[in-house]
């Protein structure tokens, strides 16, 4: 439907962490001696979303808490992971205000995942007649 307006759902973290390891054997630092890998690779993925889609509407969504109803399923849900690097955690903060000045929505709801938000907004958005795309872009 060529009338049909495209609404993108991007996963933050998964951005994030794309665009960390994307540099891990030539990690982008600052004057200040801050790791900016996560922030310069989040950002070149969201510009190229942008020039390359022209979304008529676009979100980003945050995890924050963990999934609750699936460690209730599952307790070893995510259990094994590693730590997430010092550098993508100070990240966090600079990315969203790279967001909210481009006035770009953030999506944060404690205790679930970005996916879960991004499933839900992507169903009513579909029966409002939207198109919808989600995901880590590739």
Same mark, same amino acid.
């Given at each position: 439907?060529?009338?049909?307006? +495209?609404?993108?759902?991007?996963?933050?973290?998964?951005?994030?962490?794309?665009?960390?390891?994307?540099?891990?054997? =030539?990690? +982008?630092? =600052? @004057?200040?001696? !801050? #790791? /900016?890998?996560?922030?310069?690779?989040?950002?070149? @993925?969201?510009?190229? $979303?942008?020039?390359?889609? +022209?979304?008529?509407?676009?979100? $980003?969504?945050?995890?924050?808490?963990?999934?609750?109803?699936? /460690?209730?399923?599952?307790? &070893?849900?995510?259990?094994?992971?590693? &730590? /997430?690097?010092?550098?993508?955690?100070?990240?966090?903060?600079?990315?969203?205000?790279?967001?909210?000045? !481009?006035?770009?929505? $953030?999506?944060?709801? &404690?205790?679930?995942?970005?996916? #879960?938000?991004?499933? /839900?907004?992507?169903?009513?958005? &579909?029966?409002? +007649?939207?198109?919808?795309?989600?995901?880590?872009?590739?």
């Amino acid at each position: 439907m060529k009338n049909q307006k +495209r609404l993108f759902l991007l996963d933050a973290y998964a951005l994030i962490f794309r665009g960390y390891y994307a540099f891990i054997k =030539n990690p +982008r630092i =600052n @004057s200040k001696g !801050m #790791d /900016t890998s996560a922030i310069l690779g989040f950002t070149n @993925s969201l510009l190229d $979303v942008i020039k390359r889609e +022209r979304p008529d509407h676009l979100a $980003v969504c945050f995890d924050k808490g963990g999934s609750k109803s699936r /460690t209730d399923l599952f307790k &070893e849900y995510k259990a094994n992971r590693d &730590e /997430t690097p010092e550098a993508i955690n100070l990240a966090i903060p600079y990315i969203q205000q790279i967001l909210e000045a !481009m006035h770009i929505p $953030v999506i944060i709801k &404690e205790g679930y995942e970005a996916d #879960d938000i991004i499933g /839900t907004l992507a169903k009513q958005a &579909e029966k409002k +007649r939207f198109s919808s795309f989600y995901g880590n872009t590739r």
